[in-house]
Nanobody, 124 residues
Framework: QVQLVESGGGSVQAGGSLTLSCAVS????????VGWFRQAPGKEREGVIT????????FYADSVKGRFTISRDNSKNTVYLRMNNLKPEDTAMFYC?????????????????WGQGTQVTVSS
């Protein structure tokens, strides 16, 4: 059974930073992409950033370019999301998800393993 567990969420003021972690476990895990998604109240879940864990290639939504970075530590089976210069509009539940993909995608429907989420709240 594949499990993804997020951690690191919290409350920060605008301009602050947070680092989220996503620990991936499970003997049957064969995914090559791990991405971060977010869902604000009343809005659809959207893809933020994803990484090919085999070669480290990363792909970003335009809304977070220059502010968010994703990285992985394959020895720890963990993917990180570093968020800088946070804005109130970044407030959302953040989820990590994994999939086997031929190319990068940020559509939540393309990811089939999901964590439970971690809340990020940014105050102005």
């Amino acid at each position: 059974q594949v499990q993804l567990v997020e951690s690191g969420g919290g409350s920060v003021q605008a301009g602050g930073s947070l680092t989220l972690s996503c620990a991936v476990s499970g003997d049957t895990f064969r995914g090559n992409y791990v991405g971060w998604f977010r869902q604000a109240p009343g809005k659809e879940r959207e893809g933020v950033i994803t990484i090919d864990i085999t070669d480290g290639a990363t792909f970003y939504a335009d809304s977070v370019k220059g502010r968010f970075t994703i990285s992985r530590d394959n020895s720890k089976n963990t993917v990180y999301l570093r968020m800088n210069n946070l804005k109130p509009e970044d407030t959302a539940m953040f989820y990590c998800a994994a999939a086997v993909l031929r190319g990068w995608r940020l559509n939540p429907a393309d990811y089939n393993y999901w964590g439970q989420g971690t809340q990020v709240t940014v105050s102005s």
